[in-house]
């Protein structure tokens, strides 16, 4: 059986994106293309309606992309649990109510058993300074959270 893994929204844009001039953004782009090809096939993938709002938006040309590389994965539906957890992360939880969406990403796979949370989203995601709260707000809504990485620390075998 393949781990489960919740592809959060910036992945789907670093595939598409035109190469950036950024040093940094240009190599985490091409690490994204890079466990793309070699890792992507290793896990189930999953996906949500709040993915599809965000890469729905901006240049036409650009989500057209962004929304067919999702087209095959399972999309997880929201739910009382999803929603009350997303609210506890950001109410009395680290995620600024600006984070919102990033909230929901991080309640959505938990919600749903994801054994990995796939982002570069490393300001309100993959930020490791606030695992231990997000962990400690996932136990007490019945929840496992779900390890939040990037393509880069997925990439070995």
């Known amino acids: 059986m393949k781990p489960k893994l919740y592809l959060e929204s910036t992945i789907r844009s670093y595939l598409v994106a035109r190469p950036s001039r950024d040093a940094i953004l240009a190599g985490q782009q091409?690490?994204?293309r890079v466990w793309w090809k070699k890792r992507a096939a290793h896990f189930e993938i999953?996906?949500?309606?709040?993915?599809?709002d965000?890469?729905?938006?901006?240049?036409?040309?650009?989500?057209?992309?962004?929304?067919?590389?999702?087209?095959?994965?399972?999309r997880l539906t929201g739910s009382e649990k999803a929603r009350a957890l997303t609210h506890a992360l950001i109410h009395?939880?680290?995620?600024?109510?600006?984070?919102a969406r990033d909230a929901a990403h991080i309640a959505l796979s938990a919600a749903h058993g994801m054994h990995f949370l796939l982002t570069w989203n490393c300001t309100h995601i993959a930020n490791a300074?606030?695992?231990g709260k997000l962990r400690?707000?996932?136990?007490?809504?019945g929840c496992?959270?779900?390890?939040?990485?990037?393509?880069?620390?997925?990439?070995?075998?």
Do not use: N, Q
């Open 92 to 99: 009395g939880g680290p995620l600024p109510v600006r984070a």
């Open 46 to 52: 999953f996906v949500s309606d709040v993915v599809t």
């Open 54 to 74: 965000e890469i729905a938006a901006g240049e036409a040309a650009m989500a057209i992309k962004r929304l067919a590389l999702i087209k095959p994965f399972v």
């Open 30 to 32: 091409e690490c994204t």
């Open 136 to 141: 400690e707000i996932c136990a007490a809504h």
């Open 129 to 131: 300074t606030m695992y």
């Open 144 to 157: 496992d959270c779900p390890a939040i990485c990037t393509p880069e620390e997925l990439l070995a075998e």
